[in-house]
C-alpha cells in the first residue's frame, strides 16, 4: 500500500529564515515522488519532482531512501511561499498520486 | 494553451440524488484522473482513465463512477448522493498518466455540497 505522511499541518516561519517541509512515504516499489502546490485561490500545481533534481522558486527536495523521506527545502523564506503544499507518491504502473495531507505554509513579514 | 476544465463551478444536490460532474483536460493528454478533496481526508485517488479506459480505481462504493469520451474529456457520476459525498472534486490531466514521473495539470475543481 502507498502511504504518504506530513507531520505538520501548519508551519508558520519568518520571511528570510529557512524552511523544511517533512514528507515521509511508505511504499515497497520504486518511489516517484512530488511537490504539489496550492496559493490562495489557484488550482493545485506541480512544484518539483524528485527524478529532475531541480531547484524551483528556491525550493529543492532530495529523496532518501533509506529514511523513505523526501523533505521541502528552501534556505531563505520570502512571503510569497505562503501556500498549500502537498507531498504526493507515484510508482509504477498503477496510474495514481497518493497525497499527504498537505501543510499549510505561512511566511510572516 | 487552454487548461483542465471542470464543469460546473458549483453544484447544490439532495440526498438521494445523481450527479454528473465534466472534465475537459489539455489538449493531447490522453490521461484523466479525479480525486476527492475533503477537509478530513485530504486529497484521495477516485479513478483514472486512459484511452476510454479505467486503469485504476481507487477505494470508493460502486456509487461513484466514470467515464471517458473518445476525445479525452470525461464524466464522473454519483448516484444517490450521501451528505458525505460533499466534497471538492478534482480532475487532473496528463499525457500518459500520472506517477509516470510526468506532471499532473489539476483544473479548479467542482464544489459539491449535498443537503
Known amino acids: 500500500a502507498q502511504r504518504v505522511t506530513q507531520p505538520e499541518k501548519l508551519l508558520s516561519v519568518f520571511k528570510g529564515a529557512p524552511v523544511e517541509l517533512k514528507c515521509n512515504y511508505s511504499?515497497?516499489?520504486?518511489?516517484?515522488l512530488f511537490w504539489y502546490v496550492q496559493y490562495s485561490r489557484q488550482r493545485l500545481q506541480l512544484l518539483l519532482r524528485h527524478i529532475s533534481r531541480e531547484s524551483i522558486k528556491g525550493f529543492t527536495a532530495d529523496l532518501n531512501k533509506g529514511e523513505t523521506s523526501f523533505h521541502l527545502k528552501k534556505p531563505f523564506a520570502q512571503e510569497e511561499d505562503s501556500a498549500m503544499y502537498y507531498c504526493?507518491?507515484?510508482?509504477?504502473?498503477?496510474?495514481?498520486?497518493?497525497f499527504g495531507k498537505g501543510t499549510l505554509l505561512t511566511v510572516n513579514p | 494553451k487552454a487548461g483542465v476544465t471542470q464543469t460546473p463551478r458549483y453544484l447544490i444536490k439532495t440526498r438521494g440524488q445523481q450527479v454528473t460532474l465534466s472534465c475537459s483536460p489539455i489538449?493531447?493528454?490522453?490521461?484523466v484522473s479525479w480525486y476527492q478533496q475533503t477537509p478530513g481526508q485530504g486529497l484521495q485517488f477516485l479513478f483514472e482513465y486512459f484511452s476510454e479506459t479505467q486503469r485504476n480505481k481507487g477505494n470508493f462504493p460502486g456509487r461513484f463512477s466514470g467515464r471517458q469520451f473518445s476525445n479525452s474529456r470525461s464524466e464522473m457520476n454519483v448516484s444517490t448522493l450521501e451528505l458525505g459525498d460533499s466534497a471538492l472534486y478534482l480532475c487532473a490531466s496528463s499525457l500518459v498518466g500520472q506517477g509516470a514521473n510526468t506532471e499532473a495539470f489539476f483544473g479548479q475543481g467542482t464544489r459539491l455540497t449535498v443537503v
Open positions: 489538449s493531447g493528454h490522453r490521461s
Open positions: 511504499y515497497s516499489g520504486s518511489p516517484e
Open positions: 504526493a507518491l507515484g510508482g509504477g504502473s498503477n496510474y495514481k498520486l497518493t
